[in-house]
């Protein structure tokens, strides 16, 4: 299979939806990122790594970093975090108070927000530092020693994170977090500062298309532990839309509002697609048809 080839064919098929729909802006610097930009990578699970676009622009991983989360803490961890949070599709939005609420401080899922946070609690009470192991992991995978946060970014999280503030303390009066909650937030709005390009993003989530096998050939989780990734991101990973999602592309995947997504081909591949601007479910909308047309061209949905 051409795939340098497939890329380049995609990213001039997607073209006429380049900014298509709108760049997040209630983390405001977000807001000037080129709503025109697309990227797409793929690093095969066996070594090559192909990019078309604007593959190598770094840009905001935001919710794609709760992959990594997740996976780090049930690296260390096994399966203890699923007493801490619930692994269901939400129906409800990302940053939901309300079903937090209803759930009595029980998270539906561990990609939208309140169970991310407790997932970054745990790995702040594992390593002392959860940012930094999740940007350890990443410069590890992927070999880019340059890989680092966004520091405006998240200082402007930080600014405008009444919400995420409110879902953090929400959780700790229900006793659903180990750490003060001002630490927890830190470091959560750290991971989701953190700057990639597709290219880094894809191998660096490589390992969940390798049964958890790292770039360096030595397991970082259990096939087991990254089947159970993989199933999340399929059912949770994309916001509302994780049903129009299995539908149209038919993988494991994993969007963030600074408009990349990560997709994984169990035993063949992963993917990266990166165009800022969204749709109104909150994922790129070039990014999800540049998807779409992957797993079609190749053959590749699991379904
Ligand atoms: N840092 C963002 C927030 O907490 C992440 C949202 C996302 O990408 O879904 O609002």
């Known amino acids: 299979m051409d795939m340098q080839g497939i890329l380049e064919e995609i990213v001039d098929a997607v073209a006429p939806l380049r900014g298509q729909g709108s760049v997040a802006s209630y983390i405001p610097s977000l807001g000037g990122v080129s709503p ?10 066996d070594g090559p790594v192909y990019g078309a676009g604007d593959w190598r622009t770094p840009f905001s991983i935001q919710s794609i970093s709760k992959v990594f989360s997740l996976a780090l803490v049930m690296s260390y961890d096994y399966d203890s975090i699923w007493a801490r949070v619930f692994r269901e599709p939400s129906g409800t939005p990302f940053n939901s108070l309300l079903q937090l609420e209803a759930d009595h401080g029980i998270p539906r899922n561990p990609f ?3 169970g991310a946070i407790v997932v970054t609690d ?26 680092d946060v966004d520091s405006a970014v998240a200082a402007s999280e930080a600014e405008h994170g009444h919400r995420n503030s409110a879902m953090a ?9 180990e750490n003060p909650v001002e630490r927890v937030l830190a470091n959560y709005f750290d991971q989701c500062a953190l700057e990639l390009t597709c290219e880094d993003l894809a191998t660096a989530s490589r390992f969940l298309s390798r049964h ?17 990734v993989n199933a999340v991101m399929l059912t949770c990973g994309t916001y509302d839309a994780a049903g129009e999602f299995a539908y149209r592309v038919g993988l494991p995947g994993k969007s963030g509002v600074g408009g990349g997504i990560v997709a994984i081909v169990p035993g063949r591949c992963a993917i990266t697609v990166w165009g800022p601007a969204l749709g109104p479910s ?17 053959g590749w949905s699991i379904f």
């Open 36 to 45: 025109e930009s697309f990227g797409m990578s793929v690093a095969m699970a």
């Open 112 to 114: 939208i927000n309140a």
């Open 122 to 147: 745990r790995l702040l009470t594992l390593t002392g530092d959860a940012a930094g192991s999740i940007r350890g992991l990443l410069r590890r995978e992927s070999g880019n020693p340059a890989i």
């Open 169 to 177: 303390h929400l959780l700790a009066s229900y006793g659903n977090l």
């Open 212 to 228: 958890g096998v790292s770039s360096g050939g030595t397991p970082f989780l259990t096939p087991h532990q990254s089947k159970r």
């Open 282 to 298: 909150g994922n790129s909308v070039a990014g999800i048809a540049a998807l779409d047309e992957f797993t079609t061209r190749t």
